[in-house]
């Protein structure tokens, strides 16, 4: 974040996970979100491309989109020749899409550059991890990616509710005291 930034965010509190700190906005900055959006742009398109090609293979073969693209997905080996005449596109496709790891990977790199911090060896005062890179989130355990990205997840999409507080403010429920007859 930029020198400035602590006008903006000074947090009152910090998530903990692992050895590293995250202040808790409740939300994403701006930058975050641009971020976020630019790697879900990438995402769409190749989505988008995956719809066309399925809406072509429909026309050639006569057959609804909706048939086209469980065509696709489909492992069979009757459905095999679909892949051996569209071998090109789907070679392409397959090169430019974003995989769910892949795209984890960019997303808890980036909320790492923007919020994590580490006490890093030698060291009193927790640091910014501003200079975080994609070869440092692919070097930690998967578990820990994961709960960083479930971190970013509460600050993007609302936080869950603390256990035990299902329902905002039950009411006791009421019985009428014993009667005597």
Do not use: C
């Not at 006490?119 to 927790?126: G, V």
């Amino acid at each position: 974040m930029s020198k400035y930034a602590s006008l903006l965010f000074s947090p009152e509190e910090y998530h903990e996970i692992g050895p590293f700190r995250f202040p808790v906005y409740h939300d994403l900055v701006p930058g975050e979100a641009k971020g976020i959006e630019a790697l879900s742009r990438k995402q769409s398109k190749s989505t988008f491309r995956s719809i066309k090609l399925a809406q072509r293979i429909a026309k050639d073969k006569g057959i609804t989109t909706k048939e086209a693209i469980e065509l696709l997905s489909s492992t069979s080996e009757n459905d095999q020749e679909i892949l051996y005449d569209y071998a090109g596109e789907l070679e392409e496709l397959q090169r430019d899409s974003v995989g769910a790891v892949e795209q984890q990977v960019a997303f808890v790199t980036l909320f790492m550059q923007y919020r994590g911090e580490a006490k890093l060896p030698r060291s009193k005062d927790w640091q910014k991890l501003s200079d975080w890179t994609e070869a440092d989130t692919e070097a930690i355990p998967t578990r820990l990616m994961e709960q960083i990205f479930e971190l970013l997840t509460w600050e993007r999409d609302g936080w869950p509710a603390p256990e035990g507080n299902e329902s905002e403010e039950e009411e006791p429920e009421f019985s009428p005291p014993p009667s005597k007859y």
